[in-house]
């Protein structure tokens, strides 16, 4: 919960004056006092902020403070400058007020510091970015170059604005400043050349000489030492607290960052540096013959060096130094200048050079800080104007500043009171003016047009004739002699005749902080000004662009012979334009109090402070709030603070807020005389009654407090109990749900299998039906379907093509068949028996007529081949199928035989004339005729032998002779012999008992075996009458030579030369034939 504090709340004194009670001098002072012990420097006067300078740094700037009063109300908490500047920050953002920050108050009393504070908290608070920033930051470091080269020791402050500033920061619609411009008044430029004891020149020229680098220093022409400058007092040089060394790096710092040029920030060192060398000048008499004193600079050596710094011609400042030349109208004149006026010159000079210089940097800092933007912005004006001075010896000088000090009081009087009596009139409160001491009448002392000090001053200076500051006294003593705020020895009041504090070449003023005596002396050339032209014009021939620029009026081209306005008529001027701009805006005051003058912390000096308390019209700033009403708040926030003190308003009041103070204040009785109702406002007379409201307030806040405190912990107790409750129904509920549940189950379970068989028993019986049921619709359906199908196709039969599917069928077998058989056709192999080819089965279901067409097609290719054999070829296959029938497997050498034709007749014996004989001795047709080797049967040794086989029998004859050896007829021959191997051997058996058998069986060898005994096997088959030859096929057989019977035996040898098989008796029982292994 935010913790609000409040202005009435735990505060240390009162942090509001107008609160004050009783009110009296000692109390105010004692308020105060004690708010200053505390640490508490700021009080209010309602929106009056009374600052006492601590003189020492106080932890209540930090940036923590910064938001603590940020967006804050302003009396919510304890006084701070933040609270005002925050206030003016808002209304400018938020209402669009353009506000004025008046800051017054006696030299050394903390104005400077003041508006440092505002304009940081301002800086803090605006808006961010890196323009913005860079904004802001331009505008904070303007104060350290303006403070650097306007700034002085004196004997009140250590850091005493010698001029008066007045910067406006511009804004714009969001509140992010946009820029600014700094207008300055009056430098006390007097102070350049003269210092009053224990003061110290402009800080600048101390920081130059300490801070500045020795290479600086010697492009300057400078030395460190303060001593070699007579312009710099020595007295107090340095001062406790003030690093002069460092300050200048700040101000160098600070220059480059408000946008001063390397070149720039040169120029204006050597304008300072030749201020000092110009102080070091010095002049001697020298009597000319005519008796006219004329004055010589002594030692040219510092004039030689400012020349050289400046670029200007030696001769022509050294001239302007001795002789002044008067132009009026036409003629000109020119006369020697005595060494007090050489020194006069000198003086004017350097007071002219640095305040024209301070001006330009004030110039030139405003281009740089002005807004970018032409929009229409809003502006804060932030016043720091020198304050009311009076010292021992017053001049020129402290005249114009406490002249503008007495015009600041007055717009505050003005402004106050207007406000309040304006507030008065807004609101509809009756209200009666409140006596208060106006100055304006001091004002009119001073700036009447027609009788005042500064006219009569402009008066005497303008006037011909001899004008001194005593003729000027005269004047005033004439003039303003009556005026009951000015006091001369002279003047017609009798009264100051013997007044010995007042000196005869002085007046005083009673100003409202009090008297001030001036010393008239100088007061007409400081008023005039003057700078002789000749020393302008060797200014403006100086070759260097600044100086050029400061001295506008050196230029011969411009040669200006009217009088330029005197420096009083600027200040009047200058001071009317500000009074017109801080009267358009919204006023803030902060009224600065000193509270001693030894510039040292906690020390309150009773007196001073109600001295200042005093001229500073505080007491009345109090009495004129209080007059009318010491307090008033409007109707919101007063309701919202007090509505607890009456039950009707506590803890809400529906209606308007007015009527809900109204019946507040009914119900707390307060008096109708202490109080009244504003449009907006409640205003209160007295601060008793304001206290008692705070007080009942209190007392209230205690019991609402244990009131809360009671409500809290019923509720805490009872929200305890509603949730013990409400966990015991959850957890009852949970548990009786549970219970529930389980029985359910149960009974379920049961009630479901009871269900089950019941539903089940049911089911059945249904199905059963239904079954029964279906089976007679299916039977029916079935019955008529067929019914009804007959019944239609007999009547649609007609409509019908019957058989069309098998037609169909039919005709697409045939379609198939007959484009199969035709492209088989066309594809059939060649007639070849032994060409293996086939065309590919077109389809599976032929499968079978494919294969069976493929064995038919090869059987009829056969027999075509076969048909066209004549008989003779007939008979030779016929033989060679015999051959084939006898041989095949069985005879190692039937393979050979198979290629060679079966010739017969190898030895053409009929046409051979060497076997006529023996053909004529053969009446039968030579079936075969062949050379055979007859074995010997004693030693298997062969003898080649003709054989002639004819259709009765063989014959075996001698090959060289003819002659027949043997003539065996065929039926005699039982079997025929081979082995299984390749040779030619054969046996031929010959039936025992017959003739042919007599010498036994033959065994022969024949190149044509396979022929031979297919052929002899033949004829043994066809002859009808003979028995058939049998073929024994063995490697073992028997023959029977005589008597005897030998086992003929085929052995397989290793082939050696030559591959016929040899023959050999190796006992009367074996004929053993070796036969070559064939590979
Ligand atoms: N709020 C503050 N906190 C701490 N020190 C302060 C404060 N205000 C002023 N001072 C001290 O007082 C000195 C004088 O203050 P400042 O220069 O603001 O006076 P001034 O009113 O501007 O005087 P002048 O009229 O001579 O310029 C400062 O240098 C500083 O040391
Ligand atoms: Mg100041």
Redesign the pocket.
């Known amino acids: 919960m935010e913790v609000k504090t409040s202005l009435l709340d735990n505060m240390i004194g009162v942090g509001d004056m107008v609160l004050l009670e009783p009110l009296t001098a000692d109390s105010f002072l004692e308020n105060l006092r004690n708010r200053f012990d505390h640490n508490e ?1 700021y009080t209010y006067i309602g929106s009056v902020v009374i ?1 006492l ?6 932890p209540i ?1 930090t940036p923590d403070k910064v938001e603590e009063y940020r967006n804050r109300n302003f009396y919510e908490l304890s006084p701070h400058i933040y609270a005002l500047a925050d206030e003016a920050y808002r209304s400018l953002r938020d209402q669009d007020k353009d506000q004025c920050i008046l ?1 017054t ?11 440092k ?1 505002v304009m940081s908290y301002v800086a803090a608070v605006c808006g961010k970015g890196q323009e913005v920033n860079k904004v802001k930051e331009q505008l904070l470091q303007s104060n350290p170059v303006l403070e650097a080269f306007g ?1 002085a020791k ?1 004997v ?7 001029f008066g500033k007045y910067m406006d920061i511009e804004f714009d619609f969001k509140g992010d400043p946009l820029g600014g411009v700094i207008s300055n008044y009056l430098l006390e430029k007097s102070r350049v050349v003269k210092q009053p004891r224990g003061e110290r020149n402009f800080h600048i020229f101390y920081q130059l000489l300490s801070g500045a680098s020795d290479e600086t220093l010697k492009k300057l022409k400078l030395e460190r030492d303060f001593s070699k400058y007579n312009y710099l007092s020595l007295d107090s040089a340095a001062v406790n ?1 003030l690093d002069d060394a460092a300050n200048f790096r700040t101000v160098r710092n600070a220059m480059q960052i408000v946008g001063f040029m390397e070149d720039e920030l040169h120029s204006v060192l050597e304008l300072v540096a030749a201020v000092l060398k110009l102080g070091n000048i010095e002049f001697k008499h020298e009597s000319r013959c005519n008796g006219i004193d004329e004055s010589r600079i002594k030692d040219k050596n510092d004039l030689k060096e400012m020349c050289e710094l400046l670029g200007i011609e030696q001769s022509v400042l050294e001239r302007a130094f001795s002789y002044r030349t008067v132009e009026a109208k036409l003629e000109k004149m020119s006369t020697t200048l005595n060494v007090a006026q050489a020194y006069c010159a000198r003086d004017a000079l350097a007071k002219n050079l640095y305040s024209r210089l301070f001006s330009w940097l004030v110039t030139r800092i405003n281009e740089s800080i002005k807004a970018q933007t032409k929009a229409r912005h809003k502006v804060m004006g932030v016043l ?1 104007i ?2 009311f001075e009076i010292f021992e010896d017053n001049s020129f000088e402290q005249f114009v500043i406490n002249y503008c000090n007495e015009k600041l009081q007055q717009i505050f009087i003005e402004l106050t009171l207007r406000e309040e009596q304006e507030e008065y009139v807004r609101e509809g409160i009756e209200w009666t003016n409140i006596e208060y001491f106006n100055n304006a009448i001091i004002c009119d002392l001073i700036e009447n047009n027609q009788n005042g000090i500064l006219a009569m001053l402009d008066e005497e200076c303008l006037r011909p004739g001899t004008v001194t500051d005593e003729t000027f006294l005269d004047k005033l003593n004439t003039i303003c002699g009556e005026h009951q705020h000015f006091e001369s020895r002279l003047s017609k009041n009798s009264k100051f005749l013997t007044d010995h504090s007042l000196p005869h070449n002085c007046f005083r003023i009673q100003h409202y902080a009090g008297k001030v005596l001036y010393r008239v002396e100088g007061f007409v050339d400081k008023n005039n000004d003057l700078l002789y032209r000749d020393l302008s014009q060797a200014m403006f021939k100086a070759n260097h662009n600044l100086m050029k620029q400061l001295f506008p009026e050196g230029n011969p081209a411009k040669v200006n012979l009217k009088r330029p306005p005197t420096a009083g008529f600027q200040f009047k001027a200058s001071v009317g334009t500000l009074m017109k701009n801080l009267q358009t805006k919204n006023p803030n005051y902060i009224r ?1 109090i ?1 509270p001693n003058d030894k ?1 040292t912390p906690h020390i309150f000096t009773d007196s001073l402070v109600r001295h200042q308390v005093s001229y500073l019209g505080l007491m009345e700033n109090v009495r004129v709030r209080r007059a009318g009403y010491a307090f008033r708040q409007p109707y919101e926030p007063c309701l919202e603070r007090y509505k607890m003190l009456c039950r009707r308003t506590w803890p809400h009041w529906r209606g308007p807020a007015r009527e809900g103070v109204e019946v507040l204040m009914g119900d707390l009785q307060v008096p109708h005389e202490e109080f009244s109702y504003g449009r907006s406002k409640i205003f209160i007379r007295n601060p008793r009654t304001l206290f008692f409201l705070e007080e009942r307030r209190r007392q209230c806040l205690r019991d609402l407090a244990t009131l809360i405190q009671k409500i809290y912990r019923g509720w805490k107790c009872c929200s305890r109990f509603l949730l013990l409750k409400k966990s015991q129904v959850v957890v009852a509920a949970w548990y009786r749900r549970y219970a529930q549940q389980k029985k359910y189950q149960q009974i379920k379970s049961a009630t479901t299998v009871v269900q089950s068989y019941t539903r089940g028993w049911q089911a059945r019986k249904l199905l059963r039906e239904l079954k029964y049921q279906k089976k007679c619709e299916k039977a029916a359906t079935t019955i008529a379907a067929y019914w009804h199908g007959t019944q239609v196709r007999r009547e649609y039969r007609k409509f019908f093509r019957a058989n069309a599917g098998k037609k169909i069928y039919n005709f697409a077998i045939q379609r198939i068949a007959q484009k199969y058989f035709l492209g088989l056709k066309s594809s059939l192999p060649s007639m070849s028996p032994i060409d293996k080819s086939w065309p590919v089965r077109p389809y599976v279901f032929l499968d079978g007529v494919h294969s069976e067409l493929r064995r038919i097609f090869h059987l009829w290719r056969c027999k075509k081949y076969r048909s066209e054999f004549t008989s003779e070829k007939k008979a030779v296959f016929e033989e060679k199928l015999e051959a084939s029938e006898l041989f095949k497997d069985k005879k190692t050498l039937y393979p050979s035989s198979v290629n060679q034709p079966f010739k017969g007749d190898y030895l053409e014996i009929s046409k051979n004339p060497k076997y006529q004989k023996l053909s004529s001795t053969v009446d039968e047709k030579v079936l075969l005729a062949d050379v055979v080797n007859k074995i010997n049967r004693a030693n298997g040794k062969g003898t080649a032998r003709i054989f002639l086989l004819t259709k009765k029998n063989f014959i075996l004859a001698d090959q060289k002779t003819g002659q027949v050896k043997a003539s065996v007829p065929l039926p005699d021959v039982t079997s025929v012999s081979v082995s299984t191997q390749s040779d030619g051997f054969f046996a031929l058996k010959l039936r025992e008992g017959s003739a042919s058998a007599v010498k036994g069986d033959f065994l022969l060898s024949s190149e044509h075996l396979i022929e031979l005994i297919t052929k002899l096997h033949h004829v043994g088959v066809t002859a009808a009458d003979q028995e058939q030859l049998n073929v024994d096929i063995s490697d073992e057989f028997l023959v029977q030579f005589k008597q005897d019977k030998v086992c003929v035996k085929f052995i397989q040898t290793p082939p050696k030369n030559g591959n016929g098989a040899s023959c050999k008796r190796r006992n009367n029982r074996l004929l053993e034939v070796s036969v070559p292994l064939t590979v």
């Not at 300078?53 to 106080?58: D, T």
């Open positions: 420097i600052s300078n601590p003189y020492r740094s106080l700037y800051i108050g006696e030299s050394g009393a903390g104005k400077t510091e003041a508006s504070l700034n004196t009140r402050n250590d850091n005493s604005s010698r607290g720091d020198y304050g600065c000193k510039k």
